[in-house]
């Protein structure tokens, strides 16, 4: 008989043998592996491995066997996310400008703007050959090409997604469509592909996999939107992680808490919305001001809670009905407490008056 929270402890637990720590130390092995003067990047040894763990929960779900060789196969394919994810952070950073994340050194900040675009390149590649190797000795050829289309799906997307980004025209920094669609594109993307991976890894049943996607989906979007709300959250615990204090909409960049306001604003509200958003006389810290005062006269957070209790009850709707379908009804029940943990990370990031208001929505 399997132990309570069995497959959570073999997943999140402290043990040397639990999967996050194999992972860990797979991680720090190809580490070891890049050209010498790459091989301390700060920004490689931090993170909280969420899309690794991701993609074995995703594989956990198919109820196949979880024993220390498959823990081991899957820490060895969960390698080609975490490092897609750290290309897409290393130019992330150097176009946002941003000096930091997590407190430690951007990469264009602590080498060069031109090493950090080649070595983003370099990641890439590196990550498809990971890839290609974990899926080597895939027993059903199927599998390798579903997952392989996953990978090159993905890169499209976030490209694209980034693309869309950078020639956001100013009336489009208040469209939510337009900025989900960005959302989608970009952080959705590679969470919910990470998810479908190891559950394709896995040979899940077809008929779940709508579910699983959606879930994926979802995820990204919550993330995504925390995310976003960090600044006005609260702005010490946004400069700390990202060397700066910043709505990203200053900088040309998306921002779904923008979008969220001027939707909430009368006709004659929104013209004004949008030129102080447009106000080039103003400094970084006066706009940042004028458009938090839009963000708590028209009390936005309430937007943001009613639009959160839509996606988490989308996600728990999802999970019941890959529930149903299963036998081990303790995979559910751990895979349940994952995504309270994450959800519970994630909402440390936007300020302890923020995580009392969304705790209760998103932690279940």
């Known amino acids: 008989m399997l132990e ?53 929960w995703g594989y956990v779900l198919t109820e196949n066997n979880f024993d220390a060789l498959r823990k081991k196969e899957l820490a060895e394919l969960a390698l080609y996310i975490e490092l ?19 407190g430690k050194k951007a990469f264009h900040v602590q080498y060069s703007p031109n090493e950090a675009i080649l070595f ?62 960005i959302i989608e594109n970009q952080t959705i993307s590679i969470i919910k592909n990470g998810l479908v ?27 995504q939107l925390l995310n976003d709300l960090e600044p006005f959250g609260s702005f010490s615990l946004n400069s700390k992680h ?38 080039n006389t103003l400094k970084e810290e006066e706009l940042s001001i004028r458009v938090f005062q839009y963000y708590q006269k028209h009390r936005i957070i309430d937007s943001i809670k009613n639009n959160l209790k839509n996606v988490r009850s989308n996600i728990d709707s999802n999970i019941q009905k890959i529930e149903k379908q299963m036998s081990n009804q303790k995979i559910v029940a751990d895979f349940k407490l994952f995504l309270n943990l994450m959800m519970k990370e994630a909402i440390k990031r936007v300020g302890p008056t923020h995580y009392n208001i969304l705790s209760d929505i998103l932690i279940k």
């Open 242 to 279: 990202k060397g700066c204090s910043n709505i990203d909409v200053f900088r040309s960049r998306k921002n779904l808490i923008i979008a969220f306001i001027y939707n909430e604003l009368k006709k004659k509200d929104r013209v004004i919305f949008r030129q102080v958003l447009q106000n």
């Open 197 to 223: 991976t190891g559950f394709k890894f896995g040979n899940g049943r077809t008929e779940l996999i709508e579910f699983v996607d959606s879930i994926g989906f979802d995820c990204g979007y919550i993330f």
């Open 4 to 56: 309570k929270n069995f497959y959570f402890e073999n997943i999140l637990g402290k043990e040397q043998s639990s999967f996050i720590n194999i992972f860990n130390r797979t991680w720090e092995k190809h580490i070891s592996s890049f050209p010498q003067k790459y091989v301390d990047g700060e920004q490689f040894n931090i993170g909280a491995r969420f899309r690794p763990l991701i993609l074995c």
């Open 120 to 181: 983003a390149i370099y990641l890439v590649g590196d990550s498809l050959e990971q890839l290609s190797r974990s899926l080597r000795n895939s027993r059903v050829e199927s599998t390798y090409f579903d997952i392989s289309l996953l990978f090159c799906e993905t890169i499209k997307s976030m490209t694209m997604g980034a693309l869309q980004e950078v020639n956001l025209e100013t009336s489009e920094f208040t469209s939510i469509r337009q900025i989900q669609e």
């Open 84 to 102: 897609l994810h750290k290309a897409t952070l290393l130019i992330d950073d150097l176009i946002d400008n941003d000096s930091s994340r997590h």
